[in-house]
């Protein structure tokens, strides 16, 4: 099982808020920041969030991250169709010396 | 534009060799941290090794140490991945990637290639 974990699936209409927790210890989400990425259907991973709550140039305001001791979480507001995708949490781990990731969340539009 | 091309994957038998490849472009290779990230099918991201600018500081996942090597030359823009003893849980796509910032406390990987798939299977 994953390091860090994340609900498997998650969904929301269009236009509706949809949240993604990401839960990890004192190792990883304690001491270090937070990454996501979005890979959708057949394609590599992107980056999504880094730093936490930080958007790389390019990605809609629509998502953003957030973090609170051991936690965090991605937030997509105004959902739309083409965000149906999956989403990993990641951050390093200092106990095993390895950048970890959550299983994944797969987002359905409904 | 940056780019991470991957090649060399294919099919191969427990046991077996295999030479992964990752050309980029399109950025200073020689001052980055690199990554290689796998995906097994149907399954999530799990990352295998890292390597820093001129390959004096390397990491591995515990499941691959001792059986993969990851290296790069920097004049040919390119990073590779050895991996010999190859297992049936070894199958999955392999993702060569660029490490941002590689401090632990603030360390993301920003560029993925389209990723190469390594089947290993009798």
């Known amino acids: 099982q994953s390091v860090l974990t994340e609900p498997p699936s998650a969904s929301g209409t269009p236009g509706q808020r949809v949240t993604i927790s990401c839960s990890g210890s004192?190792?990883?989400?304690?001491?270090?920041?937070v990454n996501w990425y979005q890979q959708l259907p057949g394609t590599a991973p992107k980056l999504l969030i880094y730093?936490?709550?930080q958007r790389p140039s390019g990605v809609p305001d629509r998502f953003s991250g957030s973090k609170s001791g051991t936690s965090a979480s991605l937030a997509i507001s105004g959902l739309q169709s083409e965000d149906e995708a999956d989403y990993y949490c990641?951050?390093?781990?200092?106990?095993?010396?390895?950048?970890?990731f959550g299983a994944g969340t797969k987002v359905t539009v409904l | 534009e940056v780019q991470l091309v991957e090649s060399g994957g294919g099919l191969v038998q427990p046991g077996g060799s295999l030479r992964l490849s990752c050309a980029a472009s399109?950025?200073?290779?020689?001052?980055?941290?690199m990554s290689w990230v796998r995906q097994a099918p149907g399954k999530g991201l799990e990352w295998v090794a890292n390597i820093n600018q001129d390959g004096s500081e390397i990491y591995f996942v515990d499941s691959v140490k001792g059986r993969f090597t990851i290296s790069r030359d920097n004049a040919k823009n390119s990073l590779y991945l050895q991996m010999n003893s190859l297992r049936a849980e070894d199958t999955a796509v392999y993702y060569c990637a660029r490490v941002a910032l590689p401090a632990a406390r603030y360390y993301y990987i920003n560029v993925w290639g389209k990723g190469t798939t390594v089947t290993v299977s009798s």
């Open positions: 990641a951050a390093w781990d200092d106990s095993l010396n390895g950048y970890v």
């Open positions: 730093s936490n709550n």
């Open positions: 004192s190792s990883n989400i304690g001491s270090n920041t």
């Open positions: 399109g950025f200073t290779f020689s001052t980055h941290w």
